[in-house]
């Protein structure tokens, strides 16, 4: 079946740690991004990537840091220059070009949790 | 700049009555307008979507909305509530000028379904 995965579904993070947040998609699309969700808030954008190796930062970019080294993988970074990372993360992706490319389709998420 | 608005971060019904769930957009540019759908601790599924063709939209889940340019609007609704649908519903303004298919989202609006 084709989708994104996102793991893992929990992660606590320490003062002054750095976490990273997997995304794996197998669709085959180019662009992928990342949101930070907060209750009331709607989605924000963190970081987006339209093709390999190249990415730009979104709307809330301080505090994370991205790669894209293949296709399929797009892994967010939440810095210690982050004061309050406690929020649900969602990964998404869009064909890029063509037919329904303006579709974004999401995976089940990262809960980030502060000890 | 585009942005969304949901009238209402919070909507309840009775099962089998009309859902409609509010949204206007503003937008410089012929937008592509989105309905998605978040179950608890989930990520986002695609109910439907708008781009320039019919103004009438039919989604899945027997969900439907309607683009009204002279109103700015693209409201979902559904004739018959079901206990299943209850979840927080996302509308969601593309292309972002500039911004390659960057999506702008309302805050959500919560729909509770009540026997």
């Known amino acids: 079946d084709g989708g994104i995965t996102q793991s893992p579904k929990y992660l606590f993070r320490k003062e002054g740690q750095n976490v990273t947040l997997s995304c794996e998609q197998n669709l085959n699309h180019d662009a992928m991004y990342w949101y930070r969700q907060d209750p009331g808030q709607g989605l924000r954008l963190i970081y987006y990537s339209q093709i390999v190796n190249d990415f730009q930062k979104g709307d809330i970019a301080e505090g994370y840091s991205v790669s894209r080294e293949k296709k399929e993988s797009f892994p967010l970074t939440v810095t210690s220059a982050q004061k309050n990372p406690t929020a649900f993360y969602l990964c998404?992706?869009?064909?890029?070009?063509?037919?329904?490319?303006?579709?974004?389709?999401f995976g089940p998420g990262t809960r980030l949790l502060v000890l | 700049a585009q942005s969304v608005t949901q009238l209402g971060s919070h909507v309840s019904v009775s099962e089998g009555a009309l859902v409609l769930l509010r949204c206007n957009y503003s937008s410089s540019v012929p937008p592509y307008l989105f309905w998605y759908v978040q179950y608890p601790n989930q990520g986002l599924q695609l109910l439907l979507k708008y781009t320039s063709a019919a103004t009438l939209v039919k989604g899945i889940n027997g969900f439907e909305a309607e683009f009204k340019k002279s109103e700015t609007s693209f409201h979902l609704t559904k004739p018959s509530a079901h206990m299943s649908d209850a979840a927080e519903y996302f509308c969601?303004?593309?292309?972002?000028?500039?911004?390659?298919?960057?999506?702008?989202f309302g805050a959500g609006t919560r729909l509770a379904v009540h026997p």
């Open positions: 969601a303004v593309g292309p972002i000028a500039g911004g390659y298919n960057k999506l702008i």
């Open positions: 998404a992706s869009s064909a890029g070009q063509g037919v329904s490319s303006e579709t974004q389709y």
